[in-house]
């Protein structure tokens, strides 16, 4: 991969978008490495993800203007789905996604840190989705997932004035959960993948699922879904270990994701 690094640290993975003397921006070969990079997480040994952007000033400061500048509508639509498709699959990973902003988010790099699971940003980080300003609409989720997150007004308000918000106000609106110090926020984010690391794998994975396909339905069904998700947690080892160990008053041994 020319353009995204991948590497494990316990069983944590780190995916690092790579491209920081264009400040990371998104263009077809780092989509396509990306998609690259998910396709090597080893599911078995690996619980957690943290996606970032190399360098300091930007996590991803949006998609490649000068390649899209010249795209037909017809090329325009298909590099939407390009993104897309690899944005959905990030939101649908069976394992927990951590975003961990480091500087510009704005555009596809606010579009891919929404489909992230949790996100967490360093004090310089600035998001925004800036497309209307040069001729086009959000194409990589942003009218989508933004309002999903923040809610419709907050959303319309930053899409249709493509006005940038700056860390404090990305934690006000919940957009991100957690603010930090930039070189506190690499500690933070493995923090916080440890801590999701160390719990049952299979219930984890299954309370990602829950949660998003719930939200895509009423609550009757999200509450079947549900059910159904609590079910097959059990006869697991994991269940079985989780709940003798606090019946005997216990530490865990060992969740080993089966």
């Given at each position: 991969m020319e353009f995204v690094?991948?590497?494990?640290?316990?069983?944590?993975?780190?995916?690092?978008?790579?491209?920081?003397?264009?400040?990371?921006?998104?263009?077809?070969?780092?989509?396509?490495d990306l998609e690259e990079a998910l396709n090597g997480v080893d599911l078995d040994t690996?619980?957690?993800?943290?996606?970032?952007?190399?360098?300091?000033?930007?996590?991803?400061?949006?998609a490649d203007i000068g390649e899209m500048s010249n795209l037909t509508k017809a090329e325009g639509e298909?590099?939407?789905k390009k993104g897309n498709d690899l944005f959905r699959r990030i939101e649908t990973f069976p394992i927990p996604v951590i975003a961990a902003v480091n500087g510009f988010a704005l555009g596809g790099g606010c579009e891919i840190s929404m489909s992230c699971?949790?996100?967490?940003?360093?004090?310089?980080?600035?998001?925004?989705?800036?497309?209307?300003?040069?001729?086009?609409?959000?194409?990589?989720g942003g009218t989508q997932r933004l309002a999903r997150i923040v809610g419709v007004g907050m959303a319309k308000q930053m899409i249709y004035s493509a006005r940038n918000i700056k860390a404090d106000e990305a934690y006000r609106i919940g957009l991100v959960n957690a603010v930090y110090p930039q070189e506190e926020l690499m500690p933070a984010a493995k923090k916080l993948a440890a801590t999701i690391a160390k719990n049952a794998p299979i219930a984890v994975r299954n309370c990602k699922k829950a949660i998003n396909d719930g939200l895509q339905t009423d609550m009757d069904q999200a509450l079947v879904i549900e059910e159904k998700l609590f079910g097959d947690c059990f006869e697991t080892y994991d269940q079985k270990e989780g709940m003798a160990a606090f019946l005997e008053k216990r530490k865990v041994e060992a969740f080993l994701n089966k």
């Amino acid at each position: 991969m020319e353009f995204v690094t991948y590497e494990v640290e316990n069983q944590i993975g780190i995916i690092t978008i790579n491209r920081p003397k264009a400040l990371n921006a998104l263009n077809s070969a780092v989509l396509d490495d990306l998609e690259e990079a998910l396709n090597g997480v080893d599911l078995d040994t690996v619980r957690v993800l943290i996606l970032t952007g190399a360098g300091e000033k930007s996590f991803v400061a949006g998609a490649d203007i000068g390649e899209m500048s010249n795209l037909t509508k017809a090329e325009g639509e298909a590099f939407g789905k390009k993104g897309n498709d690899l944005f959905r699959r990030i939101e649908t990973f069976p394992i927990p996604v951590i975003a961990a902003v480091n500087g510009f988010a704005l555009g596809g790099g606010c579009e891919i840190s929404m489909s992230c699971d949790i996100r967490i940003c360093s004090d310089n980080a600035v998001f925004g989705q800036p497309e209307v300003g040069l001729g086009i609409t959000p194409g990589f989720g942003g009218t989508q997932r933004l309002a999903r997150i923040v809610g419709v007004g907050m959303a319309k308000q930053m899409i249709y004035s493509a006005r940038n918000i700056k860390a404090d106000e990305a934690y006000r609106i919940g957009l991100v959960n957690a603010v930090y110090p930039q070189e506190e926020l690499m500690p933070a984010a493995k923090k916080l993948a440890a801590t999701i690391a160390k719990n049952a794998p299979i219930a984890v994975r299954n309370c990602k699922k829950a949660i998003n396909d719930g939200l895509q339905t009423d609550m009757d069904q999200a509450l079947v879904i549900e059910e159904k998700l609590f079910g097959d947690c059990f006869e697991t080892y994991d269940q079985k270990e989780g709940m003798a160990a606090f019946l005997e008053k216990r530490k865990v041994e060992a969740f080993l994701n089966k």
